[in-house]
């Protein structure tokens, strides 16, 4: 069986026996070169062309941020997993936006570690679960602050919405949802109000858009 080739690059030489040690104590992979600066590893993965790179982070004379951006300008096929003592998901971000396929906590279990090279030699993604959480509580923060006026809208908001598309009357609504015509009107004053229009194309318009209503209905 053809071993997947492991090229490790960090500044500690102490980490780079312990990940060594992961790697080395497995059938399927060998690792075939070390560095312990950026300039270094870059040299080193251009002349070797591992299949893998775990890379810390923070190396001397070139970070590993810029290392991995251009490994993977000039070795699409070259996977790249990050390293780091941080599980600050801007740093994360940082990683995978400059190419890296993982993003592992240097204090990982060596079964992470494992599982990480796994997932990113199949083509996936991933951040170990202390980072993959920051991640995903900064885009649920950022979803929140790209809400605009019409994902205030309640279900029964909506409700309206879809029964004034399809034309019916204020007295029909009234009639069907069981409220008086009042209500109805005043439901669709609110929502007019909180939606920032005054006429009924706007509100059909921002109704498609935000996929309450199907065009045509």
Same mark, same amino acid.
């Given at each position: =069986?053809?071993?997947?080739?492991?090229?490790?690059?960090?500044?500690?030489?102490?980490?780079?026996?312990?990940?060594?040690?992961?790697?080395?104590?497995?059938?399927?992979?060998?690792?075939?070169?070390? #560095?312990?600066?950026?300039?270094?590893?870059?040299?080193?993965?251009?002349?070797?062309?591992? @299949? %893998?790179?775990?890379?810390?982070?923070? =190396?001397?004379?070139?970070?590993?941020?810029?290392?991995?951006?251009?490994? &993977?300008?000039?070795? $699409?096929?070259?996977?790249?997993?990050?390293?780091? =003592?941080?599980?600050?998901?801007?740093?994360?971000?940082?990683?995978?936006?400059?190419? #890296?396929? +993982?993003? &592992? !906590?240097?204090?990982?279990?060596?079964?992470?570690? !494992?599982? #990480?090279?796994?997932?990113? !030699?199949? +083509?996936?993604?991933?951040?170990? $679960?202390?980072?993959?959480? +920051?991640? %995903?509580?900064?885009?649920?923060?950022?979803?929140?602050?790209?809400?605009? /006026?019409? @994902?205030? %809208?309640?279900?029964?908001?909506?409700?309206?919405?879809?029964?004034? #598309?399809?034309?019916?009357?204020?007295?029909?609504?009234?009639?069907? %949802?069981?409220?008086?015509?009042?209500?109805?009107?005043?439901?669709?004053?609110?929502?007019?109000?909180? !939606?920032?229009?005054?006429?009924?194309?706007?509100?059909?318009?921002?109704?498609?858009?935000?996929?309450?209503?199907? /065009?045509?209905?």
């Amino acid at each position: =069986m053809k071993k997947t080739n492991i090229f490790i690059a960090d500044d500690h030489p102490v980490i780079r026996d312990g990940i060594r040690s992961v790697f080395s104590g497995t059938n399927e992979f060998k690792v075939v070169g070390e #560095a312990g600066s950026g300039i270094e590893a870059l040299e080193g993965i251009s002349t070797l062309k591992p @299949d %893998l790179v775990l890379m810390d982070i923070t =190396m001397p004379e070139l970070d590993g941020i810029a290392v991995t951006k251009r490994v &993977v300008d000039g070795f $699409p096929e070259i996977k790249v997993i990050m390293l780091s =003592m941080h599980a600050d998901p801007f740093r994360a971000i940082e990683a995978f936006r400059a190419g #890296a396929s +993982g993003y &592992v !906590l240097k204090d990982s279990a060596p079964e992470e570690i !494992l599982k #990480a090279a796994h997932k990113v !030699l199949k +083509g996936l993604k991933y951040a170990s $679960p202390a980072v993959s959480e +920051g991640l %995903l509580n900064d885009f649920v923060e950022k979803i929140k602050k790209e809400e605009g /006026p019409a @994902d205030t %809208l309640t279900e029964r908001e909506k409700e309206i919405i879809r029964l004034i #598309a399809g034309g019916a009357t204020s007295n029909e609504i009234g009639r069907k %949802l069981f409220i008086s015509t009042s209500t109805v009107k005043s439901h669709r004053n609110k929502i007019m109000k909180k !939606l920032g229009i005054n006429d009924m194309a706007s509100l059909i318009k921002i109704a498609i858009q935000k996929g309450i209503v199907s /065009p045509g209905s």
